[in-house]
C-alpha cells in the first residue's frame, strides 16, 4: 500500500541515519522517512547529526506527527508488576568496553550508572536512566509542567519531576576513548549550571557542548531549581510591613 503524504514535525527528520566517525557501537534510533517510521541503528559516539535518539519512544515524539501526546500530559499513579530482570544484579559482562549504562539497584529501588563492557552482560541493562526507570522503577504522579508556575516541590515525593529537559542533560560528564584534551561543557544537573571538562574527542556521551552557551540553551531551561522541604506550597509575593497605628 502506498504511504500518505509526509508531514515532518522537525526537518531534522528528514536527514539520513549518519554513524559519524568514530569507532564505538551503540545503539540508536532515527526516523526514515521512507518507511515513514523509527528504526534502530548504530551510532559510532560522536558527531552524525540531530536525526539520532536514545530510544525509540523518544525518536516517536520528535519526529512521529500522531504520536499520542499523553506522555506529557498528567500521569495518575500506577502500580505495575516489574519485568523479571529488574531483580538482577549490575552485570559488566566480560569485554574490556568503558560504555556508560544504567541499572536497576533493588536494594536502593532507583536505577543507578555503571561501567558497561560492551558484549553479554544481562538485561537489567539501559541506555538512558530515563529507560531504566520507565522500565523498573514504581511509578509515581507526574504533574503537568505547565500547571506548575508558582509552586514549590518536596523532594520526597517529586525527585523524577525536577526535571524536564533533553535526558542526556541528566548524564554525567564522560570524556569519551581517545587521547585528545579539548575544553568543552557539560550540564551538571544537581547544581543547575553548565561545567567546563576536559573531551578526549571522541566517544562520550550527549551532554558535550562546545560552548556555555549552547549548554545552558539545550539544558538549563527545563530545570526547576526551587525545591522545597515543606511540600507543594504556592508561593507568595511578601507583603509590606504596615507601620502599627496605636489607638
Not at 43 to 72: A, I, V
Not at 180 to 209: D, H, L, Q, W
Request: proline fraction near 3%; charge should be positive; include cysteine.
Amino acid at each position: 500500500a502506498e504511504l500518505p503524504p509526509l508531514k515532518l514535525v522537525h526537518s531534522f527528520c528528514a536527514m539520513r541515519a549518519d554513524d559519524g566517525p568514530c569507532k564505538a557501537i551503540l545503539k540508536r534510533f532515527f526516523f526514515n522517512i521512507h518507511t515513514q517510521q523509527c528504526e534502530e541503528f548504530i551510532y559510532g559516539g560522536c558527531e552524525g547529526n540531530q536525526n539520532r535518539f536514545e530510544t525509540l519512544e523518544e525518536c516517536k515524539q520528535k519526529c512521529t506527527r500522531d504520536y499520542s501526546k499523553d506522555m506529557t500530559e498528567t500521569k495518575a499513579t500506577q502500580r505495575k508488576e516489574k519485568p523479571d530482570f529488574c531483580f538482577l544484579e549490575e552485570d559488566a559482562g566480560i569485554c574490556r568496553g568503558y560504555i556508560t549504562r544504567y541499572f536497576y539497584n533493588n536494594q536502593s529501588k532507583q536505577c543507578e550508572r555503571f561501567k558497561y563492557g560492551g558484549c553479554l552482560g544481562n538485561l537489567n541493562n539501559f541506555e538512558s536512566l530515563e529507560e531504566c526507570k520507565n522500565t523498573c522503577e514504581d511509578t509515581c504522579i507526574l504533574l503537568k509542567i505547565r500547571h506548575l508556575k508558582g509552586y514549590k516541590f518536596k523532594d520526597s515525593l517529586f525527585t523524577t519531576s525536577q526535571y524536564y529537559g533533553p535526558s542526556w542533560c541528566l548524564t554525567p560528564a564522560d570524556r569519551g576513548l581517545c587521547q585528545a584534551n579539548v575544553t568543552r561543557f557539560y550540564y551538571n544537573s544537581v547544581i543547575g549550571k553548565c561545567r567546563p571538562f576536559n573531551y578526549s574527542g571522541c566517544g562520550g556521551n550527549e551532554n558535550n557542548f562546545t560552548s556555555k552557551k549552547e549548554c545552558l540553551r539545550a539544558c538549563k531551561k527545563g530545570f526547576i531549581q526551587r525545591i522545597s522541604k515543606e511540600g507543594l506550597i504556592k508561593t507568595k509575593r511578601k507583603r509590606k510591613k504596615q507601620p502599627l497605628k496605636i489607638v
